[in-house]
């Protein structure tokens, strides 16, 4: 038995999902995503995320082709399709992709407008990338590769032309190989790692990059309403590496690996106590919401004691 995907109005093994070297997504990475998450084999938040990927498609000037309903029914049969294949112990990410479709720029450099390349895919949430970090918290580091101005790519368009992210990612590992990379902008201000927002805490506060510099992370807004819930303060401000040095407690946010402890930033160590205890107090709170204990899931299918 192996994966299905959705491929352009059909559900065909994975494997044979294959584009032309035409398409848009391969020539430009003009290529808009969406990734869930399963919990206990459901999919979280599907419909914040097709709202952000249809705001990416119009951003983006990408037509679907299909409707809001079309494309959750059609990941909804992915799904149910692929999780015969997982323990229950396991969870699926879900992804969306949509290219712009075939552009053979030898013969216009205009798109041919149809069809677009529509994938709905499922991949088992790879645990043991990040597990450990629970415990140990991950190291930030800054890479000289800043996040595009949004004057050039806005960086609330979730898509995959983002070369410069990769490069910071690599950059980043070269100072460390367990490195996550915290991008900044032009201007100095902190943004964000190339798959996740960025949190601190500093006395009891909780601080987070505005919108302007980051992409609107649904995990970051899901963080910041459990916030105002547990009457922890909030604020989306710019915020620069002598805040995120001196915070109490800082982490990442992401719909894989939810809240993720971070424990030293470019070496500088913001806590020994790991994960600190606002972060574990969200922790608590999320894992409470989608009724599964999210770092002992990640342990359990790591194979690491917790
Ligand atoms: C650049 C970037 N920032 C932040 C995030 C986190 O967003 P979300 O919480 O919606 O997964 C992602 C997710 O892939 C991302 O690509």
Request: aromatic share 10%; charged share 20%; with cysteine.
């Amino acid at each position: 038995m192996h994966r299905v995907a959705y491929f352009n109005g059909k559900i065909i093994p994975e494997s044979e999902v294959k584009i032309s070297m035409w398409d848009a997504g391969f020539q430009l990475g003009y290529t808009i995503v969406e990734a869930e998450r399963t919990f206990n084999h459901k999919i979280a938040k599907l419909d914040e995320h097709i709202d952000r990927l249809w705001k990416s498609a119009k951003y983006a000037q990408i037509d679907p082709g299909m409707s809001k309903s079309e494309i959750k029914k059609e990941t909804l049969r992915v799904l149910n399709k692929n999780l015969k294949l997982i323990s229950p112990h396991m969870d699926y990410w879900v992804y969306q992709f949509i290219t712009g479709g075939v552009f053979n720029f030898f013969q216009s450099s205009e798109l041919e407008s149809r069809p677009q390349t529509v994938i709905i895919s499922c991949f088992p949430i790879t645990f043991n990338h990040y597990a450990r970090f629970y415990k140990t918290g991950a190291h930030a580091v800054t890479p000289s590769i800043c996040i595009s101005p949004p004057i050039s790519q806005d960086p609330k368009l979730k898509c995959r032309s983002r070369v410069n992210y990769h490069m910071a990612d690599l950059q980043a590992r070269q100072s460390d190989p367990d490195a996550y990379c915290l991008m900044l902008d032009i201007q100095g201000n902190i943004a964000e790692n190339r798959g996740a927002n960025f949190f601190i805490v500093t006395d009891g506060k909780l601080r987070t990059p505005t919108t302007r510099n980051v992409l609107a992370g649904i995990s970051r807004k899901n963080v910041i309403e459990m916030a105002k819930k547990l009457k922890i303060p909030v604020a989306e401000e710019d915020l620069q590496l002598y805040d995120a040095y001196t915070a109490d407690e800082a982490f990442f946010t992401s719909t894989s690996f939810c809240i993720l402890p971070i424990s030293k930033i470019d070496h500088v160590t913001i806590s020994n106590q790991i994960p600190g205890p606002i972060t574990q107090k969200l922790l608590n709170a999320w894992s409470k919401k989608v009724n599964l204990n999210i770092v002992g899931q990640a342990f359990k299918n790591a194979n690491l004691k917790e």
